[in-house]
T-cell receptor, first 112, second 113 residues
Framework: QKEVEQDPGPLSVPEGAIVSLNCTYS??????FMWYRQYSRKGPELLMY????GNKEDGRFTAQVDKSSKYISLFIRDSQPSDSATYLC????????????FGAGTQVVVTP | DAGVIQSPRHEVTEMGQEVTLRCKPI?????LFWYRQTMMRGLELLIY????????DSGMPEDRFSAKMPNASFSTLKIQPSEPRDSAVYFC???????????FGPGTRLTVL
């Protein structure tokens, strides 16, 4: 079993809909949680960064962490065709903060 | 402000040849990471450096792979000899020591024939 599980998709939604993405993990020691967006043939770019449990909102993006369930989510409101990309979750341990464990990535397609 | 710079962007080589990938991290970032991305295995960490010192190379697949960071502004990943199964996109990322927000370069797409 992988440490971080993420459904690869593809997830297809109409423009304006809410996109809901999630990852589950097995290591309860993970403390830092991130979401990266990767456009085709580009490098991943950091979207959201959270520490421990709770919610974080940034514009149309909301990240949630539920450590009791070992489950993290990313919501994209009012989705746009420009949001079409692969979204990767990543997480790290408190004591080895430099090393990130990535999920496989979920491909999202927002159709006009 | 320039982001992480990688060269070359594309590399096509024949099996058995030496391949050298290059990376310039963001100025002021003290941590540098080399990743490999494939459809089958996703994004894998190969090795990372803090202050030019290799910290964890447990992800380096074989002795054919080696990485160096001679100074704070330059790193190389070398594959010698290369094999077709090394074909992948190789990313370099950097971050400040104060947090683990990693910034990725555009990647080098390597094809070994």
């Amino acid at each position: 079993q992988k440490e971080v599980e993420q459904d690869p998709g593809p997830l297809s939604v109409p423009e304006g809909a809410i996109v809901s993405l999630n990852c589950t993990y097995s290591n309860s020691a993970f403390q830092y949680f991130m979401w990266y967006r990767q456009y085709s043939r580009k490098g991943p770019e950091l979207l959201m960064y959270t520490y421990s449990s709770g919610n974080k909102e940034d514009g149309r993006f909301t990240a949630q962490v539920d450590k009791s369930s070992k489950y993290i989510s990313l919501f994209i409101r009012d989705s746009q065709p420009s949001d079409s990309a692969t979204y990767l979750c990543a997480m790290s341990l408190t004591d080895s903060w430099g090393k990130l464990q990535f999920g496989a990535g979920t491909q999202v397609v927002v159709t006009p | 402000d320039a982001g992480v710079i990688q060269s070359p962007r594309h590399e096509v080589t024949e099996m058995g040849q030496e391949v050298t990938l290059r990376c310039k991290p963001i100025s002021g970032h003290n941590s540098l990471f080399w990743y490999r991305q494939t459809m089958m295995r996703g994004l894998e960490l190969l090795i990372y450096f803090n202050n030019n010192v290799p910290i964890d190379d447990s992800g380096m697949p074989e002795d054919r792979f080696s990485a160096k960071m001679p100074n704070a502004s330059f790193s190389t990943l070398k594959i010698q000899p290369s094999e077709p199964r090394d074909s992948a996109v190789y990313f370099c990322a950097s971050s400040p020591l104060s947090n683990n927000e990693q910034f990725f370069g555009p990647g080098t797409r390597l094809t070994v024939l």
